[in-house]
């Protein structure tokens, strides 16, 4: 069977391994269908307001872009990526998925009601543990946080991070403050006390401008350039030195494209030679301290043309790298088919399945 | 000045600051920068092992080390010399950089002091350098400015065999360092 992401081959033409997908999106069909894990107190609130939900997703994901969603995915009725079935149908299925990690960015890191957006947040672990991951084996999540409130994410954290299931943390990729701050350290030590991951993922607050210029006028400014954003939180996390902190914490990078982080390094270590007094604890370089902690997502994919591909991929540097990612149910025009035959076999099998596994301790 | 011989004398001991250096020709077209720092003398190659900038020019500033963020340890004995170009830094005594202890190493001279009468040979023969306030008078310069052509070659260098004299060790030149190995990449990817 040929699915979207193959318009010219076949799933068996294209691979014969195992597939492990860390990207795939759970979108939560409309806020009714998180009133049975709320509070009578958080519903009558919503229906109070006529609230309809965050706006965040729209903003990110315009519902009629294929940004957000392929067409041959959009299912009629129902949102895009909404339900079990439809992820089954469109992806674990057709793709012969052993594991796929779901992400729901639902935006709620848009709300500043402290309360309302923890009780929120609670209500959408428990949805993607009732409506996902218990009705699929394959399934395993992330769990999403109250992304204003240290000790309200780890509270939540402490509630549903024992669950089997969630394998990693959500944090969108723009915050109000750098995801790298010390008010941000004990929130890494219940992460790695339960070997979580740091899911660092496409989204977050309108607040936090995608570029130290500020805003963008237009989606193809903001979701083509994301990467500066997480370019920026992986530079604070490095330098403020969380992973001198907390040794054993492991960041994936989702949906934010990977071709920047060779440069990136490349910078990085430059500078740190010789501003490394002011960041003491820092006993490495940069790069060789991202390639320790940070894993990234091959959706999208950040592709040029295959001769000038082979060379940027050889920057990556080894194999461990990357991560097989569909980013389902968004479109992102990356022939997959072409980038893995720029890969040796044994960098291909690590790509599709066992980078991910050994990540996530699958 | 007798460029196959193991010890190269600077100076008199006495005649340097703390805080002096003197950059002298070593033969082979070497330069050796000796310091005076800390009461201590310490000699270097003057060549940064990155880009080969004059260590001479460099500053000398504090390490800080950390064993935990928000914690520094402050070390003020100003034993790091900073490259004047992108500021890598070197111990003095050592050579050693922080940023790539095992990799890359400014190189160290051994500095003793001698006394006169064990150098007489090397400064009747006027083997010996400049001390700094001479090196400064004869080229009009300070001695922060960086190499000069030397060493002078004193006809009538006063030998003082009471007073003790800075002594640098040579050692041959190092030959070149191989290219670093380059990460492994697939040859399929590289096409």
């Known amino acids: ?362 | 000045m007798r460029v196959a011989g193991t010890k190269l004398v600077v100076g008199r001991a006495d005649d340097f600051k703390d805080g002096d250096r003197i950059t002298v020709e070593a033969g082979n077209g070497r330069q050796i920068v000796v310091f005076r720092q800390n009461g201590g003398f310490h000699a270097l190659l003057n060549r940064c092992p990155h880009r080969g900038a004059q260590l001479c020019k460099g500053r000398f500033i504090a390490n800080i080390t950390s064993d935990a963020v928000g914690e520094y340890v402050f070390h003020g004995e100003n034993r790091l010399l900073a490259c004047p170009w992108h500021g890598w830094e070197f111990d003095i005594a050592t050579g050693q950089s922080y940023f790539d202890p095992v990799g890359t190493r400014a190189r160290p001279f051994a500095v003793q002091l001698e006394s006169g009468e064990s150098v007489r040979e090397e400064l009747e023969s006027g083997e010996a350098s400049y001390t700094p306030a001479e090196y400064a008078a004869h080229v009009g310069a300070g001695p922060d400015d960086g190499p000069q052509p030397g060493p002078y070659r004193a006809e009538t260098y006063e030998v003082s065999v009471e007073e003790d004299y800075v002594v640098v060790s040579l050692r041959p030149a190092r030959p070149a360092r191989p290219p670093r190995p380059v990460p492994t990449i697939k040859e399929e990817a590289i096409g």
């Open chain 1, 1 to 362: 069977m040929t699915t979207a992401l193959l318009e010219q081959t076949t799933r068996q033409q294209l691979w014969t391994g195992a597939v492990i997908d860390v990207d795939v999106h759970a979108n939560v069909p409309g806020i009714e269908s998180l009133f049975p894990y709320l509070d009578d107190l958080w519903v009558e609130w919503i229906r109070e307001r006529a609230w309809r939900g965050p706006l965040m997703p729209n903003h990110h994901y315009p519902a009629m872009s294929e940004r957000a969603a392929r067409l041959e995915w959009r299912p009629g009725e129902q949102p895009a990526a909404s339900s079990v079935e439809l992820l089954r149908e469109h992806i674990l299925e057709p793709w012969g998925v052993e594991r796929a990690i779901v992400n729901c960015y639902y935006g709620l890191d848009g709300l500043r009601h402290p309360d309302w957006a923890a009780a929120l947040v609670s209500a959408v672990n428990d949805w993607l543990i009732e409506e996902w991951l218990s009705k699929d084996d394959r399934l395993r999540a992330s769990l999403v946080i109250p992304a204003r409130d240290p000790e309200a994410m780890i509270k939540e954290i402490r509630r549903v991070g024992d669950h089997p299931g969630f394998v990693q943390v959500f944090f969108p990729s723009r915050s109000d403050t750098l995801w790298g701050q010390r008010m941000y350290h004990d929130v890494y030590r219940e992460i790695a006390k339960r070997d979580l991951v740091v899911g660092l993922h496409y989204g977050g607050t309108t607040e936090g401008a995608p570029s130290s210029n500020g805003y963008a006028n237009y989606l193809v400014e903001q979701y083509g350039a994301e990467w500066q954003s997480f370019a920026t939180q992986v530079t604070s996390m490095i330098s403020e030195g969380v992973f001198t902190q907390i040794p054993d914490l492991r960041v994936s990078v989702l949906e934010g494209g990977f071709l920047w982080f060779p440069v990136w390094g490349w910078r990085m270590n430059k500078e740190w030679k010789g501003l490394r007094r002011e960041v003491p604890w820092l006993d490495r370089p940069p790069l060789d301290i991202l390639r320790d902690h940070f894993r990234f997502s091959t959706a999208p994919i950040d592709a040029g043309p295959p001769e000038l591909m082979s060379k940027a991929l050889a920057w990556v540097g080894n194999d461990d790298m990357l991560m097989f990612a569909t980013d389902y149910p968004h479109r992102h025009d990356d022939d997959i088919a072409q980038f893995l035959s720029l890969l040796s076999p044994e960098a291909q099998r690590k790509l599709m399945s066992e980078n991910a596994r050994s990540w996530y301790r699958l």
